[in-house]
């Protein structure tokens, strides 16, 4: 047996290491409980205060695009070279005021530049004292439509008569574009050049210097043109990338040409204004962000095409071409600068803001700004001269380039349509495009006019579609910017409606022809016999209240006018042959109304052998 302070030893000590372990479980205990206990409770209360609990949706297609959006930016190829333009700018002009001040000198010097190979539209006087008049691509001596009225009067004089000329750069592909008589067939969709060395009055003068070599295509240049009065048989050859139109009939004007030694004529500066616009445009995208790059790019381009590349027409036969392109540009400017900064502030911002690729943005975004403002150049492989329904069912291949391009812009507008799916805008771009396809096809149920989208329409549709930053976004926007700049700086803001005469131009009215069948033709001997002739041309039964008369063409020159009113016979006596004349006669009718010669029949022929023959009906 132990004491009592054993015992009490021994029995604290048992007490003390039943409490300890009492202690120990129930902290373990304890332990466990909490944590299965407080565990779901406080799950639980979470779940109940603060947010819904998260359920796991099945992956679909979402109309409004995924949550969240995916808001694209570009991110650079090698960012170090791409940023070491803007770094270097910074390092050499590290405050604003430097900037500033750098950016007004650099566009003064751009500017300079950009005035100083101007000076060849300044006056310059010929060999003789005259000044040297400018030509525009498609002027003529005969003008088109028969509009220099019975027997050529009112394009006469017909010989004794010289002008010293110049002719600007890129005539060589411009063509007619509605259907001209020359002899039995109707030329269309190509330069009116008719001849070889001696061309025919109504042949566009700088396409025939061209032809004559006396003028290049790529930096037109000076010459003298004379009138030589009648000439027969006009030979079609080819020569400096021409084919000219041959005609084998008499004509009562024509003209030579000569080089003009005396006149110094500068070259078209469109090559070198083109290599001063690129390099001050691209170095502007290269340093500067979008703020101050935008509306620098857009009037040195705009100005380029109004000045350079594509300007308006001049006044006819004008000695300096500058007035007429300042005052088309100062007319233009204002309201393109407008749709300028609506335009920035739609879409352009969103797609350069914040771009840190400075290169790619050069090359794509400029590159395609220089495409479409040149499309002059460019697109001129187009066979689609003009987006209306009589151009697309007449020109050759028309149909399928318009196939062709629209195949292409859906592609295009799925891609797209696509990106605004990813960045949740596609309902708001959708309702925008659902108010512009409304707009247009209340333009269509107008009365009494057509529809006609121009390059500057076409821009304006599409651009709100390129508010993104992607690389197709960077070449879309660019190339439709450069078309708006084209369009607008070119042709000005052409409206949207226009009536089927300004649509015409000098194409067909699409009036009623008279049946050459009708014509009653007698062939008889001339008074001095032999080869002359005497052909009859005899419309009684073509007499109607709803024309006023009747138009004979001969050749192409309008030789006689009928009126149904008076009671004379409606006969006309047209003498062929005699002499060395073994050329054969193109006849052609057309009724009057109010004044105006309609829609000439195809051409009936009176050949050399003295018979008659008349060609099927079409419009010319």
């Not at 078209?268 to 620098?296: C, E, H, K, N, Y």
């Not at 028309?398 to 812009?409: P, S």
């Amino acid at each position: 047996m132990g004491t009592r302070d054993d015992h009490a030893a021994e029995y604290g000590a048992r007490e003390s290491d039943a409490v300890a372990s009492r202690i120990d479980e129930e902290a373990q205990l304890l332990q466990v409980d909490e944590l299965d206990y407080e565990e779901p409770d406080w799950s639980h209360h979470r779940r109940r205060t603060t947010r819904p609990p998260l359920v796991k949706k099945k992956k679909g297609f979402r109309f409004s695009g995924p949550h969240p959006p995916k808001i694209q930016k570009i991110r650079p190829w090698f960012p170090s070279v791409q940023q070491a333009p803007c770094q270097l700018l910074e390092r050499v002009c590290p405050e604003n005021w430097q900037k500033t001040v750098l950016f007004v000198v650099f566009v003064l010097v751009w500017l300079g530049a950009f005035v100083a190979p101007l000076r060849w539209a300044l006056p310059v006087k010929a060999g003789d004292g005259d000044l040297v008049v400018n030509l525009d691509c498609i002027d003529t001596f005969w003008r088109r439509k028969n509009l220099c009225g019975l027997d050529g009067i009112d394009c006469r004089p017909f010989s004794n008569f010289s002008l010293a000329f110049r002719c600007p750069a890129n005539c060589a592909g411009v063509k007619v574009l509605n259907p001209h008589a020359v002899g039995p067939q109707n030329v269309n969709y190509r330069p009116l050049v008719i001849g070889d060395g001696t061309y025919r009055g109504d042949s566009f003068i700088c396409g025939a210097a061209i032809h004559a070599g006396i003028v290049s295509d790529s930096a037109g240049g000076c010459g003298r043109v004379s009138l030589v009065g009648e000439h027969a048989d006009f030979p079609s050859t080819e020569a400096s990338g021409i084919e000219s139109i041959g005609f084998d009939a008499p004509f009562p004007l024509a003209f030579t040409f000569s080089k003009e030694a005396a006149v110094s004529c500068s070259r078209d500066p469109r090559d070198l204004s083109l290599g001063v616009s690129v390099f001050f445009t691209s170095a502007l995208s290269i340093f500067m962000t979008a703020t101050w790059q935008f509306f620098p790019i857009f009037t040195g381009i705009f100005a380029h095409v109004g000045f350079v590349s594509d300007p308006p027409g001049a006044s006819f036969h004008s000695t300096s071409v500058l007035p007429d392109h300042l005052s088309a540009f100062a007319g233009r400017f204002l309201p393109a600068a407008f749709c300028a900064v609506v335009l920035y502030l739609v879409c352009v911002r969103r797609t350069l803001d914040g771009l840190a690729a400075q290169l790619e943005k050069t090359a794509l975004w400029l590159g395609g700004f220089w495409f479409g403002a040149l499309s002059n150049y460019t697109l001129d492989w187009i066979p689609i001269q003009r987006l209306t329904a009589h151009d697309l069912e007449q020109q050759p291949g028309a149909k399928a380039a318009l196939a062709a391009i629209l195949t292409l812009l859906l592609l295009v507008v799925l891609q797209q349509a696509r990106s605004f799916w990813l960045e949740g805008r596609l309902p708001r771009m959708l309702a925008l495009y659902g108010l512009l396809l409304a707009g247009l096809l209340l333009c269509l149920a107008a009365p009494g006019v057509r529809l006609r989208i121009h390059h500057y329409v076409l821009a304006l549709l599409l651009l709100p579609g390129t508010a993104l930053q992607t690389r197709p976004s960077l070449l879309y926007q660019g190339l439709l910017l450069g078309l708006f700049a084209n369009g607008v700086a070119r042709w000005g803001f052409a409206p949207l409606l226009q009536t089927p005469a300004a649509l015409r131009g000098d194409g067909a009215y699409g009036a009623p022809l008279p049946s050459v069948a009708d014509v009653a033709v007698s062939v008889s001997a001339g008074p001095a016999g032999g080869a002359r002739a005497v052909v009859g041309f005899d419309w009684s039964r073509l007499v109607s209240p709803a024309f006023d008369g009747l138009s004979v063409l001969v050749n192409d020159v309008e030789r006689h006018r009928d009126v149904f009113a008076d009671t004379a016979g409606h006969v006309f006596n047209y003498t062929k042959g005699g002499g060395g004349d073994s050329y054969n006669a193109y006849v052609r009718f057309a009724y009057i109304k109010d004044g105006l010669a309609l829609d000439y029949t195809e051409a009936g022929t009176f050949y050399a052998n003295g018979t008659w023959g008349d060609g099927t009906r079409i419009r010319t």
